[in-house]
Every structure is written in structure tokens, then in C-alpha cells.
């Protein structure tokens, strides 16, 4: 085929899938049994600001936590994105702990299964949210009361209960005592890495300030990538790449201009 012809051809054949994407290829994101369900950050009540609600939804569908705790539930706003992220994810499970459950808001269509609610205090009943989890928790939501006391109990709490890997995120970080919390917390405990403030959306009130998303993760410094990848070729049920050195330069759009790769691949990779 003429090179000029075939380059017209797969011109057309993009525009035809970039008008799929962009019109009826969007999902729905406000409609519950659609695909990126992230019409739910959208959703009121929430103490939340849209960048934190947006950085949280974000958070679940990327980490993909199997087993997640969120302390402080209040209208349920949070929990509502959680279980949303995790429902688009096609795992996990989100144990919520207050002492008030009156205010909670979500309906069970909202939270598609994924979500269990936990009357009860911060620290004393830490354990028998984390037992509804049935394992180790791999990701954990701080977003209760906003003092340093509270937040440096409900950061303890949680310490027994962390999987390997595991994702503390804390609401509400630009508040001086939490910062102090955390601070204080990890110095005492080994072992976490501090991700930093994620969102830089802070609500004055002095003589505080509130909102900003602050992430860190919990034990190995290092991530196996590899690993990673791998586990998302199982996942999507494909063969794992080999890793071979040669593959270092590979990408589809840079061979194609001949910048990528350069002969064919050695016999072991």
C-alpha cells in the first residue's frame, strides 16, 4: 500500500475513534451504573473542597486499596467517592468509624456494596472497624476531629492495623495542630514516607487554617515496580513483559518515526 494512502487512512481511523471517545464514548459520570464514576466528588454534603474531593476520588482509583479505613465520617461524602472509586476499580471494601452515624447521607445504591459503616469512637474502637476489614488495611482516610490530640490518637490507632505499602491520607492538613500530629507521630514510628501536602487549596480561618490532602505511605522506602507491573498483567489476564534491556527504548509512536528501538529483538528477550 502507497505510504501516502496508508498515513490518510490512519488519519480517518483516529478521527473516527477520537469522535467515539469524545461523544458517545464518554461515560456517564453522574449516572451510578456507569464506568469513572467520578460525578460522585460532585455530590453534597461534603465538608471537602472540590480539589481535595477530586485528589481523593483520584487517590482510590490509582493505589486501588482492597481494604480501606476512613476515620470520621460525618455526611459521608468521602465514603461516597471511596466506594464510587473502588466500584470503577472492581475491588475493595471501606469500613467507615464515627460516633454519629444521624448525619450520614449516602444512599445504599451510592455505595454499591462496598461500604460498612461503624458506629463507634476513635481510638478505643480502631480494632473492631479494622477486624470488619478481615486484613491488613492498605489505605486509611484521617478526617475526623481537627485538633492535634485527636489526630495524633487516630494516627496511633491505626499504626497496628497497617499492611506493608499502605497510604495514610489526612483531611484538613493546613491545620497547624494536625501538622504538628503527623509530624510527631512519624518521628516516633519509624517507617513512613511523607508524600507531602497532595492539594493546595487552603481555607483561611484564622487563627487557623483548614483544608489540604497530605498522603503518606507506610513501610518499604522503595516500590517494587516490576512487581507492580506484573501484577497488572495477571489482573488483565496477559503474558508480563520480560524486563529485557532492549525493551528500555520501546514505545509504539517512537518506532514508528525511528527514534525507538533499532534491529530486531535478541534471542532471549
Given at each position: 500500500?502507497?505510504e501516502n494512502?496508508?498515513?490518510?487512512?490512519r488519519?480517518?481511523r483516529?478521527?473516527?475513534?477520537?469522535?467515539?471517545?469524545n461523544s458517545?464514548?464518554r461515560?456517564r459520570v453522574?449516572?451510578l451504573?456507569?464506568m469513572?464514576?467520578?460525578?460522585s466528588?460532585?455530590?453534597?454534603?461534603?465538608?471537602?473542597?472540590?480539589?481535595?474531593?477530586i485528589?481523593l476520588?483520584a487517590?482510590?482509583r490509582?493505589?486501588?486499596?482492597?481494604?480501606?479505613?476512613?476515620?470520621?465520617?460525618?455526611?459521608?461524602?468521602?465514603?461516597?467517592?471511596?466506594?464510587?472509586?473502588?466500584?470503577d476499580?472492581?475491588?475493595?471494601?471501606?469500613v467507615?468509624?464515627?460516633?454519629?452515624t444521624?448525619p450520614?447521607?449516602?444512599?445504599?445504591?451510592?455505595?454499591?456494596?462496598?461500604?460498612?459503616?461503624?458506629k463507634?469512637?476513635?481510638p478505643?474502637?480502631?480494632?473492631?472497624?479494622a477486624?470488619?476489614?478481615g486484613?491488613?488495611i492498605?489505605?486509611?482516610?484521617i478526617d475526623?476531629?481537627?485538633t492535634?490530640?485527636?489526630?495524633?490518637?487516630?494516627?496511633?490507632?491505626?499504626?497496628?492495623?497497617?499492611?506493608?505499602?499502605?497510604?495514610?491520607?489526612f483531611?484538613?492538613?493546613?491545620h497547624?495542630?494536625?501538622?504538628t500530629?503527623?509530624?510527631?507521630?512519624?518521628g516516633?514510628?519509624?517507617?513512613?514516607?511523607?508524600?507531602?501536602?497532595?492539594t493546595?487549596?487552603?481555607?483561611?480561618?484564622?487563627?487557623v487554617l483548614?483544608?489540604?490532602?497530605?498522603?503518606?505511605?507506610?513501610?518499604?522506602?522503595?516500590?517494587?515496580?516490576?512487581?507492580?507491573?506484573?501484577?497488572?498483567?495477571e489482573r488483565?489476564g496477559?503474558?508480563?513483559?520480560?524486563?529485557?534491556p532492549?525493551y528500555?527504548?520501546?514505545?509504539?509512536?517512537?518506532?514508528?518515526?525511528?527514534l525507538g528501538?533499532?534491529?530486531?529483538p535478541?534471542?532471549?528477550?
Open positions: 500500500m502507497d494512502l496508508r498515513r490518510k487512512l488519519k480517518v483516529d478521527e473516527l475513534l477520537w469522535l467515539y471517545q458517545l464514548g461515560p453522574f449516572a451504573s456507569s469513572e464514576r467520578i460525578g466528588v460532585y455530590r453534597r454534603p461534603s465538608d471537602m473542597c472540590e480539589p481535595d474531593k485528589m476520588y487517590l482510590v490509582g493505589l486501588r486499596p482492597e481494604r480501606a479505613l476512613e476515620v470520621g465520617v460525618r455526611w459521608g461524602g468521602s465514603g461516597r467517592i471511596i466506594a464510587s472509586a473502588m466500584e476499580n472492581g475491588t475493595g471494601k471501606i467507615g468509624l464515627d460516633p454519629d444521624e450520614f447521607r449516602p444512599r445504599p445504591s451510592e455505595l454499591h456494596g462496598r461500604y460498612q459503616l461503624v463507634g469512637f476513635s478505643q474502637d480502631v480494632p473492631t472497624a477486624a470488619a476489614l486484613g491488613p492498605d489505605f486509611v482516610l475526623a476531629l481537627h492535634h490530640d485527636a489526630v495524633f490518637a487516630d494516627f496511633t490507632a491505626v499504626l497496628p492495623f497497617l499492611a506493608p505499602g499502605a497510604h495514610v491520607l483531611h484538613d492538613t493546613y497547624q495542630g494536625i501538622d500530629a503527623i509530624r510527631e507521630v512519624m516516633a514510628n519509624a517507617g513512613f514516607v511523607d508524600c507531602g501536602i497532595l493546595r487549596n487552603p481555607e483561611i480561618k484564622l487563627p483548614y483544608q489540604g490532602l497530605r498522603l503518606l505511605r507506610y513501610g518499604d522506602t522503595e516500590v517494587d515496580n516490576k512487581k507492580l507491573m506484573r501484577e497488572a498483567c488483565n496477559v503474558k508480563a513483559p520480560s524486563f529485557h532492549y528500555n527504548n520501546w514505545d509504539d509512536w517512537a518506532n514508528g518515526i525511528g528501538v533499532k534491529g530486531d535478541p534471542q532471549d528477550a
